[in-house]
């Protein structure tokens, strides 16, 4: 079986959710190796075939951890995962498109191959006491997770990426 590595960062646990609906999604046709992106290593990219990379956006920006992620394994990569099949996930409050594109650029340095457009789920958290709050997300929002997964998975699966 193909190998996906669903790399991932949750603050309050959104993102999580999602991480996890992606796996259950991908279980059957593929390999699961889900990974906060505080513990993610190069190799952890290396040994797979394809990669969900998930997280919040945070002030219009890739969260931090996520960033961190990237600013460690950026140049001990380049020119090593080129063509690699890749999805993003982004849980958002009321937007999520600039993290979706700031993580486009970086995958796009590393010359990294999108199979599916960004998925965004926001869970209209707008007070900051309602944006700390853990979350919940809704069955539709986990369905179309799974089914990112479930693509993603079948895709690397039957070799079409
Ligand atoms: C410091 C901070 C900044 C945030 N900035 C944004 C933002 O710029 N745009 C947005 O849509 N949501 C923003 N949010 C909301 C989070 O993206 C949202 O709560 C999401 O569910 C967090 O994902 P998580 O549950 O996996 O941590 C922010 C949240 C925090 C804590």
Redesign the pocket.
């Known amino acids: 079986m193909p190998r996906l590595l669903i790399l991932y960062?949750?603050?309050?646990?959104?993102?999580?959710a999602?991480a996890s609906a992606a796996a259950e999604g991908a279980a059957s046709d593929a390999e699961i190796v889900l990974r906060p992106a505080a513990d993610a290593q190069p190799d952890d990219l290396l040994d797979a075939d394809g990669v969900i990379f998930a997280?919040?956006?945070?002030?219009?920006?890739v969260?931090g951890v996520m960033k961190a992620f990237f600013d460690r394994a950026y140049y001990p990569l380049l020119g090593r995962v080129e063509g690699r099949p890749y999805a993003m996930m982004i849980?958002?409050?009321?937007?999520?498109e600039?993290?979706a594109r700031q993580m486009a650029r970086i995958l796009l340095g590393w010359r990294m191959k999108p199979v599916a457009d960004p998925l965004i789920i926001?869970?209209k958290?707008q007070t900051p006491e309602a944006?700390?709050a853990p979350?919940q997300l809704t069955p539709d929002a986990l369905a179309r997770c799974q089914a990112l997964g479930a693509t993603m998975a079948a895709g690397l699966a039957l070799g079409i990426f």
């Open positions: 960062h949750s603050q309050t646990g959104g993102t999580e999602m997280c919040p956006e945070n002030l219009a920006a969260s849980c958002a409050g009321s937007d999520g600039n993290a926001c869970t958290a944006i700390l979350k």
